[in-house]
């Protein structure tokens, strides 16, 4: 069963606003909370899938209800009780003293905002699929080495067959480097799917949904 983020394709989701807009912040406390993950994010204490997984392990209710800042929020007083920075909602002056972590100077922001946090590794083991090639989504989408941990297989796709469109090289495999497993890279593929394949009822059968996929995700189609 997928945990409550793993919305895609769910029949009672509620409609998506797509109105393109200028506003990235809607208080100024979110531009704290991004300002503050971003800092803590640098410290090396955890990464960003971590983070991800921290976000999506939050109560079922509480996901659905809060809002885009307001997990984010939620996700790092999770990491920073787990680290010991915080205990009982509190900070914990001490264990934050002895926390050995890099600090993010205002200085460089705008740089390390540019560099982005790239995943792609060198890999010398020859990719499994290629492209133009129909491929099968394995059944089971959560993660395989950690129970209940994260993933990135969403499950509207398990399942699925699809045809491989691009092949991004290696990245660093998710479901492994958000549980500290090491990085474990694996080949990345973009793969097409039909929506009509997807859904029962398709509004429009002629589209397409494309997702970044890890080859551990994939199976030959038979």
Known sequence: MSKAHDMGGRLDSRRIDITSSDVKFKADWEKEVFAITLALGFSSLWNLDRSRYARESLEP????????????????????GENGIIKDGTESEDNFKKSSFRVLEAKNVKK??????????D???????????TVSVRTKN??????????RLPEYVKGMAGKVIAY??????????????????????SVEFKSQDLWDKCEHVEDTVVVDLWESYLEKFK
Not at 61 to 80: P, R, S, T
Not at 112 to 121: A, C, I, S
Not at 168 to 189: I, Q, R
């Open 168 to 189: 991004h090289g290696s990245h660093v495999f998710p479901d492994a480097n958000a549980h500290f497993l090491g990085e474990s890279p694996e080949a990345l593929y």
């Open 142 to 151: 959560s993660n395989t080495r950690v129970e209940r941990g994260h993933t």
């Open 112 to 121: 390390l905002l540019h560099m982005g946090g790239p995943t792609k590794r």
């Open 61 to 80: 209710k509480d996901y659905l209800q809060f809002g885009y800042f307001e997990k984010w929020l939620a996700g790092l007083i999770n990491l920073l």
């Open 123 to 133: 890999s010398t083991t020859e990719k499994k699929f290629n492209l133009g090639e």
